[in-house]
């Protein structure tokens, strides 16, 4: 790998999931709101559920962080036994709790002390790329590799499983446009900020 990153057959891209916004350069990162039909556009297998609910905005930041959170998940899972830490910087780039999710430079920063600490034998383990996108709806199917252990000492970085019905329920109804048109009015008169 390390040789193949320093040939001149490797190139790098940036991923958009379909969808590039020019922002201002002053645009905050946790304050930035976008109006969620932007959030359907793209790629929506990878889309984390922040506008599912019948959010009328979004922040683009921790969106994108979800995305590259649910792709890296569905294709690097079956790498989790082998590098236990990509579960804890998948379960916070993926949570569901906008406030509680990675930052981009945050996910950078635990992924870098990820790479330090490998092992050079570790980084040269062939690992199969099978897509998996059952691990994005359900933590449980990577985590429970892992020994108990090292769950219980990573659980604050595990993605939470929506336990209440609301959530569920809104999702389910918000799958069909009277049903987010009819959310959408429901939280307008109510208040209820996304």
Request: glycine share 4%; aromatic share 12%; charged share 25%.
């Amino acid at each position: 790998l390390r040789e193949h990153r320093r040939s001149p057959n490797s190139a790098y891209a940036l991923f958009d999931y379909d969808l590039s916004l020019i922002l201002p350069l002053d645009a905050s990162l946790t304050d930035c709101r976008r109006p969620r039909i932007e959030a359907y556009i793209g790629q929506g297998i990878y889309h984390p559920p922040d506008v599912f609910q019948g959010e009328r905005y979004y922040n683009p930041f921790p969106f994108d962080v979800g995305c590259l959170g649910n792709l890296y998940l569905n294709w690097l899972s079956r790498a989790i036994p082998v590098v236990p830490l990509l579960a804890p910087l998948l379960g916070k780039m993926t949570t569901h709790v906008v406030r509680d999710r990675f930052t981009a430079e945050e996910a950078l920063a635990f992924l870098t002390e990820i790479r330090a600490s490998l092992p050079p034998e570790i980084i040269d383990v062939l690992i199969e790329h099978d897509a998996d996108f059952d691990c994005i709806m359900d933590p449980n199917r990577y985590w429970s590799q892992l020994p108990l252990e090292f769950q219980s000492r990573w659980k604050t970085h595990r993605r939470p499983l929506p336990v209440h019905w609301l959530p569920r329920l809104l999702r389910w109804i918000c799958g069909t446009v009277t049903g987010y048109a009819m959310v959408a009015r429901v939280r307008r008169c109510l208040k209820i900020q996304s």
